[in-house]
Structures are given as structure tokens and as C-alpha cells.
């Protein structure tokens, strides 16, 4: 078994390697934009145009970052399709994702004004702060349409393996976000205004990209062939439920991400400051990593789909291998050279002095969060949601609450991070042991088929 294991390893390295760079380089660039939007309003004099940045962005993280199911599953059914050498599948997979994620666009839009006003009642922050917030939380919203069709768009071009679309995409979503900014917060001095406008326009901007794109690569009459098969019944409950079960995980994440900076920012705006830039590398490094996550998806889809399931153990280890090192890479730059990595976004020494006792927590959350995204993308490719259900909804409420409660309860801020960690760290221990237990299945299967074979 061990040298099959090598020979299937050494089969895959070079399309893995291939895939993954182009999915890191795309990924990174959306942190980074955003660390663009955090160094321009950083050097601004009022501390309080970033601060509400970092405050309206907690509904973003709900509103778009949870709604990258859209992008996840389309992937995984793209890649099963794809794999099964089903051409109208390919399709069909795309065209169910964009119709629900028009009609969910066109919900967020008719009700923009309630979801503000609910979420600026949750939140804590000054006047100053949330004033600053809702002004990003007002520009930035119009562009919901345009970020949830290019979640579709982004995941149906991975599970096609067409990697270097994605790449433009996000360089045009990212590059011109970095241009608007520039022009809207400095220039013309719009503030927190700007950098959601400049936001919600990059996103139009790579969308027409996209649909360029999609008009080069299919056959339109193929697409006209195929609609009245979207709205087919049990197809549409079947995406549907995988998408739900997706949705839940990115949102107990989401979830635990916005109690722990809703929570800093109870405690003072110097902490919300603090802990939302040291969250901005978390990102950084989280997006960096979810490179590799989205090339393991489609990986493990495209192999299901064509039944080679031994290959999908050596892709996990290899998987884990290389996000990893990423992971500490970006949690040690940050303890050794903290006053140079944050004296690039704010130019506030106070914050840059305060900063460095927090930054040890990055190790373990980075390392632990690396490895739970690889078996999180294991799942999301066999389209196995129910599994990533249970384990977002049992460590978050059994695991994070109790914990963040007593940060709460006490007023401290390392408990905060820890409730951070210890999240992490069940997603880990849970979905390891049902990899475990989900591969002796597919180990049988295995066995099953060869004994079959005359």
C-alpha cells in the first residue's frame, strides 16, 4: 500500500503545485486589498474613520464572508461534474448557483436599511465610530450583487481547474479596489466613505470580467438547452442543502470572529485597533491558505468523481504539508518583527507599542486554523456538508461560548483569544476523527472493487 500511496502521490504533485499557486497568488489579494484599505485610513489623523471600518466590517464578514458557500460548493459540484466527465452538470452547476445568489442579492439590497440599523444596534462603538461605519456600511452594500455572482463565478471557474481566470478576476477585483482607494480616501478625501465605494465598484468591475470570460468559454445554446432544468425539484433541494450545510460553517465562523471584536471593542477603541489588525494578518494568512483549501476541493471532488478514492489520503497530507509552514510563516513575522509589520498600517504608536503582547496567540490560532481549512476542504469536496454542520455548530456552542463568555465575564482579553483558539482546535479534533472514521469506509470500497476485478 505504501508504494501505491507514493505512486499516486507523485501522479497528482505537479497538478496540486500547478493549481495551488494560482489560488494562493488569487486569494492573497483580497487581504491584501483590504490591508490597502487599513493602511490608507490608518494614516489618516482620526483614528476613528479606521475604527469604524474595522466595526462596519463585522456585517460584511456576516453578509459576504458567510455567503462563500456560494463559492465552495459550487466548486465541489463543479469539480464531481467535471470528474464524471458530465458536461450539462458543469453547466447546471453554475446556472443553480447564480440564480440563488441573484435572489439572495436582491434580498440583502430590499432590506440594506433594517440590517444596518440591526447591526449598529449590536455593535459597540462610540458615535464618532459608528457614524465612520455606517458611511462604509452605506456605499460599500450596493455591491452585493456583484460579490455574490463572483463568488458563483470564481467557484465554477476552480471546479473547471480554470485557475488563471480566477487569477484575473481577483488581480482586476483587487488591483482596482487598491486604485479606488488611493483615489477616494486620499484624493478626495471620502474617508471611510470611500473605501466602501472604492470596494463595491472593484467588484462590478471583475464581474464584467468574469461574464467575459464565461461568453468566451460555453456554448450559449448549450446554457438555453439546459434552463428548464435549473428549477429541476429534487437537483435544487440537493444544492440547496449542501450550500445550507456550507453556509452554517462559514457563519459559526464568522460568528466567533465578530463576538471576539465586538467584545475589543467594548473593552476601548485602542483594543478594537489592536485586535482588528492583528485579525487583518489572521486573514492574510487565512486567505493564503484557503488557496490550497479550494485547490484540495477540487482535487478531492474531480477524484471522487471518477472513483480514484486512494488518492485522497496522500492529497490530505500533502495538503496539510504546505499550508502549515504558510501559517507559521505569518504568525512568526508578526512576533519577531511586530513594530515593523504594523508601523506599515498605522502610523499611531500607541497602538504599534500595545500590539505586541498579543501577538504570541497568533502561533497557535494560524497553526491550528491551517489544518482545520484542509479537513474542511475534505468535506466541502466529497460534498460531505452534513459533517462540516456538526462540527461548526458543536464547536462553537459546546467549545467557543463558554469560553469567550468568561473573556466577557473577567475582561480579558487573552481568554478572548483563546476562545479563538480553543474553536479552532475542536474543528480539528472533530473533523480529524470523522476523516478517520469516513476513509476506513472508502478504504472498503476500495478493497471491495479490486476483490470484484477478474
Request: aromatic share 8%; proline share 1%.
Given at each position: 500500500?505504501?508504494?501505491?500511496?507514493?505512486?499516486?502521490?507523485?501522479?497528482?504533485?505537479?497538478?496540486?503545485?500547478?493549481?495551488?499557486?494560482?489560488?494562493?497568488?488569487?486569494?492573497?489579494?483580497?487581504?491584501?486589498?483590504?490591508?490597502?484599505?487599513?493602511?490608507?485610513?490608518?494614516?489618516?489623523?482620526?483614528?476613528?474613520?479606521?475604527?469604524?471600518?474595522?466595526?462596519?466590517?463585522?456585517?460584511?464578514d456576516y453578509l459576504y464572508r458567510i455567503l462563500k458557500f456560494l463559492r465552495n460548493s459550487t466548486n465541489a459540484m463543479t469539480a464531481q461534474a467535471v470528474g464524471q466527465d458530465d458536461r450539462d452538470g458543469v453547466l447546471l452547476a453554475g446556472l443553480r448557483s447564480s440564480l440563488i445568489a441573484i435572489a439572495i442579492a436582491l434580498v440583502i439590497l430590499l432590506l440594506q436599511y433594517p440590517i444596518q440599523k440591526l447591526g449598529f444596534f449590536i455593535l459597540s462603538g462610540t458615535q464618532d465610530t459608528e457614524m465612520a461605519g455606517v458611511a462604509y456600511f452605506n456605499a460599500r452594500i450596493w455591491g452585493a450583487p456583484a460579490v455574490l455572482l463572483n463568488f458563483v463565478l470564481i467557484g465554477w471557474f476552480l471546479g473547471r481547474e480554470k485557475n488563471g481566470t480566477v487569477l484575473l478576476i481577483s488581480a482586476v477585483a483587487n488591483g482596482s479596489n487598491v486604485l479606488l482607494d488611493y483615489l477616494m480616501i486620499l484624493r478626495w478625501g471620502w474617508a471611510s466613505?470611500?473605501?466602501?465605494?472604492?470596494?463595491?465598484?472593484?467588484?462590478?468591475?471583475?464581474?464584467?470580467?468574469?461574464?467575459?470570460?464565461?461568453?468566451m468559454t460555453i456554448n450559449w445554446q448549450d446554457c438555453k438547452q439546459l434552463l428548464p432544468q435549473v428549477l429541476e425539484p429534487q437537483a435544487l433541494q440537493s444544492a440547496v442543502t449542501l450550500k445550507a450545510n456550507i453556509l452554517i460553517r462559514f457563519l459559526t465562523l464568522i460568528s466567533a470572529y465578530a463576538i471576539f471584536t465586538n467584545l475589543s471593542a467594548g473593552i476601548s477603541t485602542e483594543l478594537l485597533t489592536e485586535n482588528g489588525?492583528?485579525?487583518?494578518?489572521?486573514?492574510?494568512?487565512?486567505?493564503?491558505?484557503?488557496?490550497?483549501?479550494?485547490?484540495?476541493?477540487?482535487?478531492?471532488?474531480?477524484?471522487?468523481?471518477?472513483?480514484?478514492?486512494?488518492?485522497?489520503m496522500p492529497l490530505m497530507t500533502t495538503a496539510i504539508i504546505n499550508s502549515l509552514p504558510i501559517a507559521l510563516m505569518f504568525a512568526l513575522a508578526c512576533l519577531l518583527f511586530p513594530q515593523t509589520l504594523f508601523g506599515l498600517?498605522?502610523?499611531?504608536?500607541?497602538?504599534?507599542?500595545?500590539?505586541?503582547?498579543?501577538?504570541?496567540?497568533?502561533l497557535p490560532l494560524l497553526s491550528l486554523t491551517a489544518i482545520a481549512f484542509m479537513l474542511e476542504a475534505y468535506f466541502i469536496g466529497l460534498k460531505a456538508g452534513a459533517v462540516l454542520r456538526n462540527a461548526s455548530l458543536i464547536a462553537f456552542f459546546l467549545v467557543f461560548l463558554p469560553v469567550v463568555t468568561s473573556a466577557w465575564y473577567l475582561g480579558s482579553v487573552d481568554l478572548l483569544w483563546l476562545a479563538l483558539t480553543v474553536y479552532m482546535f475542536a474543528l480539528v479534533i472533530y473533523l480529524g476523527w470523522q476523516m478517520l472514521k469516513m476513509q476506513r469506509s472508502l478504504s472498503q470500497q476500495i478493497s471491495t472493487s479490486l476483490e470484484t476485478v477478474p
Open positions: 500500500m505504501s508504494a501505491i500511496n507514493q505512486n499516486q502521490l507523485r501522479s497528482f504533485l505537479p497538478r496540486f503545485y500547478r493549481l495551488a499557486t494560482v489560488s494562493v497568488l488569487s486569494n492573497m489579494m483580497v487581504p491584501l486589498a483590504g490591508l490597502c484599505d487599513t493602511a490608507f485610513l490608518g494614516h489618516l489623523s482620526d483614528l476613528k474613520q479606521l475604527a469604524g471600518v474595522i466595526l462596519a466590517s463585522i456585517l460584511f466613505m470611500g473605501a466602501g465605494l472604492a470596494t463595491a465598484l472593484s467588484q462590478y468591475l471583475a464581474l464584467l470580467v468574469g461574464l467575459i470570460a464565461i461568453a489588525l492583528l485579525l487583518q494578518i489572521a486573514l492574510l494568512s487565512q486567505f493564503t491558505i484557503q488557496g490550497i483549501g479550494m485547490t484540495t476541493q477540487t482535487l478531492i471532488g474531480n477524484f471522487q468523481g471518477k472513483g480514484e478514492l486512494n488518492k485522497l498600517l498605522t502610523s499611531h504608536q500607541e497602538i504599534n507599542q500595545e500590539i505586541t503582547q498579543y501577538t504570541v496567540w497568533l
